[in-house]
């Protein structure tokens, strides 16, 4: 459970951290779209180079990313494995009944490169914005979706709220599984059934000290006038500084020129000479 | 004027026993109640005797099943007069961490001030006031979930008192912290009721937190049972232990002493009272009674 890095803030001042949360938030998407939008490596270059840039000015550590992605390793193993034997085309080597191809070679090394930009990309929003932030801003950014009636409000309202519970229940978790090992449940051995039924033990009172919280909770909140979203104001509200605008645009440049290298590539025809 | 006033409030529970058999539970049983504006009580009664129910009431989280109730005017069962009281009397639970909504401090104390739609920069002031008020301004900008308990209990405090409430509830905020945290805790209550003339209503079952109330209310049985100021209340021993209380233990010795035939006066809440009683009755030439 320690080595999860999504969700994780990395406290220290740089240019990415400042930024507005929704900001971060599209630069996501548009990282993500543009990861789905290649399929060639002159436009993982270009991605690689941006990216370097990014984790640059945020001034995380490169090692916080390594430990995000050991959560993916067994995925992308798999996924790299399965794409070099399964992908039909040209035969490079054969062993036995399994072919390897240089489609599937190249395949396997675009799905890996995806996966993992993919973690990189989104650990990066999440190290360099706190989880007060990222609700915020999801709240602001998804608001037009209150005309369809989705609770936007309230769904960030519980997202921040269970941030703040999973220490506290883990801590929980931690203390109830010592008095049950006090009292001699055994978490350890046995067979994969028996270690489900010696889990019960350990989530009932779980749970109801959870729901028990939950009320408590509820009770505080609403002596505290809370009444869901509407009419409320905030202490820090969000609003575009300069360098948002400017980072907006910056995105509009990178889509074009992601877009603009793949659009080039194909019209020339050069995907095919490149790797035939 | 009263701050609140209560008129034979009855809070029935509807609840189910062991055998699955509807029943009702009467947790609070007739209660007349009076506080003014600006003063500081103490409600104590042992497990089950309704204290928290009425807490509730004082807040219109729960509504009098009969007889009615007045926080400042207002009638707690009318609906449309629920955000106006708990805009007006804050308050704080017994479990620190079951009460906290926010990731920062600040946004902790924050959020009650958001809720009720206060202007972004008067947010600010406030916030800054009432961490200043607790004491906790240099915790500004931590995660609630490293403070200690005490520590966590001011900042719940310093939520409510951001609201700028006229009267904070507070239901047992201490019987989970150590002595320490206890002390901050009791410290900074009372500095709100002298400084800032919050009202103040603290429910506790330790007896020292009561010395310092202008009025002590002892419920039992959903019922209040005694009432009056610390000395009067405390002058009672053996009714309050009747009620399963226990008494300061200065108190509890000058009694025993009195019992064993010592002329002291009743309802001694401090050492240095027993202290100036002793040596009064020691110059005027009393010694320790040979019977008993
Ligand atoms: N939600 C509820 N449903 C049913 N019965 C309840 C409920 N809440 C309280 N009661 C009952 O009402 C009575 C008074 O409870 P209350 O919590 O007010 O006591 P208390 O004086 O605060 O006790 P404590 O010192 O333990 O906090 C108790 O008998 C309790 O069982
Ligand atoms: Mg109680």
């Known amino acids: ?276 | 004027m009263h701050f609140i006033k209560g008129r034979n409030v009855i809070h029935d529970f509807a609840d189910t026993d062991e055998n699955e058999q509807e029943r009702v539970v009467r947790a609070i049983a007739g209660i007349d109640l009076d506080v003014k504006e600006g003063d500081f009580v103490a409600i104590l009664g042992h497990n089950g005797s309704g204290k928290s129910t009425l807490a509730r009431h004082l807040n219109a989280l729960l509504k009098p099943t009969s007889g009615t109730l007045w926080v400042d005017g207002m009638n707690t069962a009318e609906e449309e007069n629920k955000w106006k009281i708990r805009k007006g009397t804050g308050m704080v639970f017994q479990n620190p961490d079951n009460q906290i909504i926010a990731n920062v401090v600040e946004e902790e104390v924050a959020f009650g001030p958001e809720n009720i739609g206060v202007p972004t920069e008067e947010i600010w002031k406030r916030v800054e006031h009432a961490l200043e008020a607790v004491g906790m301004m240099a915790y500004r900008y931590h995660s609630p979930n490293r403070l200690s308990g005490g520590q966590k209990q001011r900042i719940a405090i310093a939520g409510i008192v951001a609201m700028r409430p006229k009267c904070i509830v507070l239901d047992e905020p201490t019987a989970m912290l150590d002595p320490t945290g206890r002390r901050e805790v009791l410290q900074t209550i009372r500095s709100l009721n002298q400084q800032e003339h919050v009202t103040v209503i603290l429910i506790t079952h330790h007896m020292d937190e009561v010395l310092y109330a202008d009025q002590v209310f002892v419920m039992d049985d959903g019922k209040i049972v005694m009432q009056g100021t610390p000395k009067e209340v405390f002058s009672d021993v053996e009714q309050l232990k009747s009620y399963g209380l226990d008494v300061p233990q200065v108190t509890e010795l000058a009694y025993e002493l009195e019992q064993c035939g010592f002329p002291i006066k009743k309802g001694i809440l401090r050492i240095e009272e027993l202290e100036e009683e002793l040596a009064a009755l020691y110059q005027s030439g009393f010694r320790i009674p040979k019977s008993k």
């Not at chain 1, 240089?102 to 360099?128: K, N, Q």
């Not at chain 1, 449940?185 to 489900?196: I, M, S």
Request: aromatic fraction near 10%; include cysteine.
């Open chain 1, 1 to 276: 459970m320690k080595n999860i890095t999504i969700g994780q803030y990395y406290p220290t001042d740089s240019v990415i951290h400042r930024l507005d949360p929704r900001v971060k938030l599209f630069g996501t998407i548009v990282f993500l779209v543009s990861l789905f939008l290649t399929d060639h490596y002159l436009g993982y270059a270009v991605i690689t180079v941006c990216l370097a840039a990014v984790l640059k000015l945020s001034k995380v550590p490169f090692k916080m990313l390594l430990k995000g992605l050991r959560g993916i390793l067994i995925l992308l193993l798999f996924s790299v494995v399965f794409n070099i034997f399964l992908v039909p085309g040209r035969e490079l080597v054969h062993i036995w009944f399994l072919s390897i191809t240089a489609e599937g070679i190249r395949r396997a090394i675009f799905l890996g490169i995806r996966l993992v930009y993919l973690v990189i990309g989104t650990s990066l929003m999440t190290l360099t914005t706190t989880p007060t932030d990222l609700a915020d801003g999801l709240e602001k950014a998804l608001r037009p979706l209150n005309k369809l009636h989705i609770p936007v409000h309230d769904i960030t309202m519980m997202m921040s709220i269970a941030l703040r519970f999973i220490p506290i229940l883990m801590e929980e978790t931690d203390k109830i599984m010592m008095a049950q090992k006090a009292r001699g449940a055994d978490f350890e051995t046995g067979g994969l059934l028996k270690r489900a039924k010696a889990l019960i033990p350990l989530f009932v009172p779980l749970f109801v000290s959870a729901i028990r919280r939950a009320i408590d909770l509820a009770n505080a909140m609403e002596t505290r006038c809370y009444q869901g979203g509407e009419g409320r104001t905030k202490m820090h509200p969000l609003c575009y500084q300069k360098r948002d605008k400017r980072t907006y645009c910056i995105y509009a440049g990178y889509l074009i020129a992601i877009f603009g290298i793949n659009r080039i590539l194909v019209a020339f025809q050069i995907l095919p000479f490149l790797f035939a």
